[in-house]
Every structure is written in structure tokens, then in C-alpha cells.
Nanobody, 124 residues
Framework: QVQLVESGGGLVQPGGSLRLSCAAS????????IGWFRQAPGKEREGVSC????????YYADSVKGRFTISRDNAKNTVYLQMNSLKPEDTAVYYC?????????????????WGQGTQVTVSS
């Protein structure tokens, strides 16, 4: 049974940084992609970043390029999202998700499993 657990959210001032973690367990395949998504009140869930297990390709939404970095610690089976230069518009619940195809994308409907989410609030 696939389980994904996010952590690392919190309150940060504009321009600050947070590092989110997504701990994965129960995978039956080594070829899942992991993606990060976010959803703010009244808005659609949007893809933030993902990394393909199939070929290592990394994708970022235009809104976070140059500020966010996705990375993976294979020994810990954990994926991270380092978020720098945070802006108020980054405020949202952030979710990690697993795509059993292994390819990954920034489309939420292509993912099979989801974590519970962690709140990120950027405010002065």
C-alpha cells in the first residue's frame, strides 16, 4: 500500500525559505514519479514540480522556476521541495503525489496516490 507523508510546511515571511519533505513507503514499483502540487482556497490544484523515475526529467511550473528545487534522497525514499524567495502567492496546501507510470507530469489527474498535504503560508 503506497503511503506518502508530507512535512515541513509552516509560516514564513516573504523572501524566506522552506523545505518540504515527502516520505514514501509501500511502493510496489521502483518506477513511480513523484510530483508536488499546491492548492489555494478558491483555486484549482496546480502542478509545481515533478521528477520522473523513468528518465530523471524534472519539470517546474513557470511560476516557481528559479526559486524551487526538487530533489530526492533514494536512501530515505524521500523527495524534497526546496522553496526559496517565497512570495505571498505561494501560500497554499502543498501535496506530494505518486504516478505509477513513472513518467510524471504537472497534471494532477495523472497521479495515483496522494499525501495529506502540508500548509505553507507566506505572509508578513
Amino acid at each position: 500500500q503506497v503511503q506518502l507523508v508530507e512535512s515541513g510546511g509552516g509560516l514564513v515571511q516573504p523572501g524566506g525559505s522552506l523545505r518540504l519533505s515527502c516520505a514514501a513507503s509501500g511502493f510496489t514499483s521502483a518506477y513511480y514519479a513523484i510530483g508536488w502540487f499546491r492548492q489555494a482556497p478558491g483555486k484549482e490544484r496546480e502542478g509545481v514540480s515533478c521528477e520522473s523515475y523513468s528518465d530523471g526529467t524534472i519539470y517546474y511550473a513557470d511560476s516557481v522556476k528559479g526559486r524551487f528545487t526538487i530533489s530526492r534522497d533514494n536512501a530515505k525514499n524521500t523527495v524534497y521541495l526546496q522553496m526559496n524567495s517565497l512570495k505571498p502567492e505561494d501560500t497554499a496546501v502543498y501535496y506530494c503525489a505518486a504516478d505509477s507510470t513513472g513518467w510524471g507530469s504537472l497534471r494532477a489527474d495523472e497521479y495515483d496516490h496522494w499525501g495529506q498535504g502540508t500548509q505553507v503560508t507566506v505572509s508578513s
